[in-house]
Structures are given as C-alpha cells and as structure tokens.
Nanobody
Framework: QVQPVESGGGLVQAGGSLRLSCAAS????????VGWFRQAPGKARNFVAA????????SYADSVKGRFTISRDNAENTVYLQMNNLKPEDTAVYYC????????????????WGQGTQVTVSS
C-alpha cells in the first residue's frame, strides 16, 4: 500500500516559484503513476500533472504547461512538482495521488491520496 505525503506548500508572490514534494514509503513506489491535483475553495479537484512509474512518461494540464514540471526520484521514493511563474489562479490545496493506471487525469482513477498542501499565490 502507498501512503503519499505532500510537503513544500506556502505563500509566494505572483511570478515566484515553489517546489512540492510527494513522498511515499512503499517499496513498490516505482511501479505507480503519481499525479498532482489541486482544489480551490468551492471548486472541483482538478488534474495538474502526472508521471509514470519509471519517469519516462508525463502529462500536464494545459493551464500549467510550460510553467510546471513533474519529476521523480525513485531511489528516494519521491515525486516533485516544480512550479514556476506562479499566478494567483494557481492558489489551491495541492494533492498527490498514486495509481497503477498509465497517466490518468481523472481523480477517480487514483487509489491512494495524500492530505494535501496549501499553495497561496498573492498578486
């Protein structure tokens, strides 16, 4: 079983950067696709990015392409989300999740979820 734990959120000004981390203790972590989602108050949980178990495949939401980069270090059982040129509309709770499905963008395809980390971008 995978239990993701997010970290790295915080308050940043528009145009700034943050790097989120998603750590898991499962020995089989490298066999899971890991996705990042975000949820703003009163809104649905939306797909941000995903990376395959080996790291060879990635997928991004159009709204973050060219600004966010997802990567992973399987030796450290950690997935990263580098967020650059942040905008106020990126403000949300960010969640990471794990699945054995190849790069899904639907939250329903993910089996294991972290508790989330708050990202706030001020204008």
């Amino acid at each position: 079983q995978v239990q993701p734990v997010e970290s790295g959120g915080g308050l940043v000004q528009a145009g700034g950067s943050l790097r989120l981390s998603c750590a898991a203790s499962a020995r089989t972590f490298s066999t899971y696709t890991v996705g990042w989602f975000r949820q703003a108050p009163g809104k649905a949980r939306n797909f941000v990015a995903a990376i395959s178990g080996s790291g060879g495949g990635t997928s991004y939401a159009d709204s973050v392409k060219g600004r966010f980069t997802i990567s992973r270090d399987n030796a450290e059982n950690t997935v990263y989300l580098q967020m650059n040129n942040l905008k106020p509309e990126d403000t949300a709770v960010y969640y990471c999740a794990a699945t054995r499905v190849w790069l899904p963008s639907s939250p329903g395809a993910y089996d294991y979820w972290g508790q989330g980390t708050q990202v706030t971008v001020s204008s």
